[in-house]
C-alpha cells in the first residue's frame, strides 16, 4: 500500500508541478518541445512494453486489439467533442487529453502494481510523469494566455491529479482478482488513448516548437524508457 501512495503522489504531483512550471515558469520554445517530444517517445515505448505487450502475453491478442482500438476511438471523439467547446488554443483540450487517457492510464497503473515491485512498474510510471510535467505546462500556460485566473488555473490541474490519483487507488484495490481478459482490455484501452493523445496533442505540439529537434528528442525519449525497463529485466 504504502508503494502505491508513494507512486500515484510522484505521478499525479507531476501535473501540479508541471502547471505550477507553465504558470509561473518560462523556458524557451524550442527546449519545451525539445521534452514534450522526449517524454511522448518515452511514453510511447512504456504504453507497448508494460501495457500491450503483457496484456497479449497474459490474456490473448484478441483482447489486446479491442483495448487498443476502443481507447483509441473513444479518445478521438471525446477530443473532437471537446476542441469543438473549447476551443484548440485554451488548453482545456490538452486538460481533457490528460484526463481522458489519464483515467485509464493510471487505473492501468494501480493494476500493474498488484503483486509488483517498485522496480517493475519503473518505466511505465517514469514515462508518465516524464509526460505529465511537459503537458501540464503546456495546458496551464495555454489557458493563462487565454485570461484565466492562476489560482483557478492551479486549483483544477490540482483536482485532475486528484481524480487520476483514486484512478490508481481504485485501479490497485477493486481490481484485485479481475481476470487477465478484463485487465487486458484496461490496460490496452489506456495504451490506445494514450497513443492517440500522443499522436493528437503531443507530438503535434513537439514539431511545432522545435521541428528541428523534435524527433531526435523522440528518439532519446524512447531510449529513456528502454534503459528504464531494463531495470527490472524488462
Not at 121 to 130: K, R
Request: hydrophobic share 55%; charged share 10%.
Amino acid at each position: 500500500m504504502l508503494m502505491l501512495f508513494a507512486v500515484v503522489l510522484v505521478v499525479s504531483g507531476a501535473l501540479v508541478v508541471g502547471a505550477a512550471w507553465g504558470i509561473y515558469g518560462k523556458l524557451p520554445e524550442r527546449l519545451e518541445g525539445f521534452l514534450v517530444a522526449l517524454a511522448g517517445g518515452a511514453l510511447l515505448l512504456s504504453v507497448t512494453t508494460e501495457l500491450i505487450q503483457p496484456s497479449i502475453e497474459k490474456s490473448s491478442v484478441f483482447h489486446a486489439m479491442l483495448g487498443v482500438g476502443a481507447g483509441a476511438i473513444v479518445f478521438a471523439i471525446c477530443d473532437y467533442l471537446i476542441d469543438e467547446k473549447w476551443g484548440s488554443n485554451g488548453g482545456g483540450g490538452l486538460l481533457a487529453a490528460i484526463t481522458l487517457d489519464g483515467i485509464p492510464e493510471n487505473l492501468a497503473l494501480g493494476v500493474a502494481l498488484i503483486g509488483a515491485g517498485g522496480l517493475e512498474i519503473a518505466a511505465l510510471a517514469g514515462s508518465i510523469l516524464l509526460s505529465n510535467l511537459p503537458e501540464a505546462a503546456g495546458g496551464a500556460r495555454s489557458m493563462a494566455q487565454d485570461g484565466r485566473s492562476k489560482g483557478k488555473i492551479m486549483l483544477l490541474w490540482a483536482g485532475t491529479a486528484v481524480l487520476l490519483s483514486l484512478a490508481a487507488i481504485v485501479g490497485n484495490l477493486a481490481l484485485t482478482g479481475v481476470g487477465e481478459g478484463t485487465l487486458a482490455l484496461i490496460r490496452c484501452f489506456a495504451a490506445g488513448a494514450v497513443v492517440a493523445s500522443l499522436a493528437t496533442e503531443v507530438f503535434p505540439q513537439a514539431f511545432r516548437e522545435d521541428r528541428h529537434w523534435a524527433g531526435i528528442a523522440t528518439a532519446l525519449g524512447v531510449i529513456l524508457a528502454f534503459s528504464l525497463g531494463s531495470l527490472s529485466g524488462g
